[in-house]
């Protein structure tokens, strides 16, 4: 096990270990929110035909994050599918008598704009989802419609801005209520919230920053429920991954018992320096958090620290931006604890330029 974390590392100011100032990107949640509600209210969503028979979203990272989100947020609600595709082609699912949204915050993922090609060629009716770059470009010269994203950051900084409109182009569609309701609660939530886990509040009174020191210097499993959750879930270990540069893992109930729970029968290094966060939500069936409770027994007996957190108070929406709050913070702090500045992704910013030389042309 690594020594004990000097909590004092916490505490502001952070000065240049925190270049971007990640910290104020993730408080600002609430203002993104409200931001992405007037801009929805003031350029409503331009359909390019008729009712689709589903809507498919394709985007990477922290562009496609927010369809995740939205498919667990309304699965039993929707009548029609929503897809997310990571790929450089749609599925021949995706017909002329689907919509797709091309979503890019940069406007230049290379993934993104060989499925907006795709679609293209394939005639399926576009809109497109971005700050700018060749994407909007294209969807201009096309005279596709595009719904430009506001704010600066990366793009996982700027979840809510793709996200609200997002929902309200379901809304839009006509296949759920408006939840702008839903996310003026939301960011009532946040703000609330944020004074608890903000760098401002020490680490003796902050549960996030108190979790980032139970956390450190082990590997971290976050398991949920699958139908509202699980995107949190990879939500938590995305930012794990970019943030806190940490390696990481998610999975959720039931399916981790019909597998992977074997896993951790085998004594070893990696089970022993173990942890898990267990993500709880009010709607989880019984048996979802019957499953949840026994999972997290079984790895407390092969030696794991577990952690729980539940998205209490408020309807969907304010529930899981809460739970998004914590990760992102927690995220954060371990940053500030493993020495490694939240912002830069050195490790996607050289793959990117190795594929660039390397890579099929049509990737763009």
């Not at 912002?343 to 910013?349: C, E, G, K, N, R």
Request: hydrophobic share 40%; with cysteine; aromatic share 6%.
């Amino acid at each position: 096990m690594s020594p004990d974390p000097d909590p004092g590392l916490l505490e502001p100011p952070y000065g240049a270990r925190d270049s971007g100032a990640m910290a104020g990107l993730i408080g600002g949640g609430a203002r993104q929110i409200e931001a992405a509600l007037e801009r929805v209210a003031a350029e409503p969503w331009k359909l390019p035909g008729p009712e689709p028979d589903l809507l498919a979203v394709g985007g990477l990272g922290g562009s496609a994050i927010a369809a995740d989100l939205t498919a667990a947020l309304f699965a039993d609600r929707l009548e029609h599918p929503l897809l997310v595709v990571r790929e450089t082609r749609w599925p021949a699912c995706v017909t002329r008598r689907s919509l797709v949204l091309l979503s890019s915050c940069s406007g230049d993922t290379r993934e993104t704009l060989a499925l907006y090609r795709d679609a293209g060629e394939r005639g399926i009716p576009r809109l497109v989802l971005t700050r700018g770059g060749a994407l909007a470009a294209a969807a201009r010269r096309d005279g596709v419609h595009v719904h430009a994203l506001t704010g600066a950051g990366p793009p996982r900084a700027a979840l809510y801005s793709g996200w609200v409109p997002l929902t309200g182009l379901l809304h839009r569609l006509g296949w759920s209520d408006d939840p702008a309701p839903g996310w003026r609660e939301a960011a009532g939530l946040l703000r609330r919230e944020d004074g608890a886990l903000e760098p401002a509040a020490a680490a003796a009174g902050n549960p996030a920053k108190r979790l980032a020191l139970a956390l450190h210097g082990r590997l971290t499993f976050i398991y949920s429920g699958s139908e509202r959750l699980g995107p949190v879930g990879l939500r938590w270990r995305q930012q794990l991954h970019e943030n806190a540069k940490l390696l990481g893992h998610s999975a959720v109930v039931p399916e981790l018992n019909h597998n992977e729970i074997v896993g951790w029968e085998r004594p070893g290094a990696v089970r022993d320096r173990a942890a898990v966060v267990v993500l709880r939500d009010p709607e989880d069936t019984p048996e979802v958090a019957a499953r949840l409770s026994l999972t997290a027994e079984f790895a407390r007996r092969q030696g794991a620290t577990v952690h729980e957190i539940e998205g209490r108070d408020g309807g969907r929406i304010a529930r899981v931006a809460r739970l998004i709050l914590w990760g992102d913070y927690v995220s954060f702090y371990l940053a500030l604890l493993g020495g490694a500045d939240p912002t830069p992704i050195a490790s996607i910013d050289e793959f990117k330029r190795r594929l660039a030389t390397s890579g099929p042309a049509h990737a763009g």
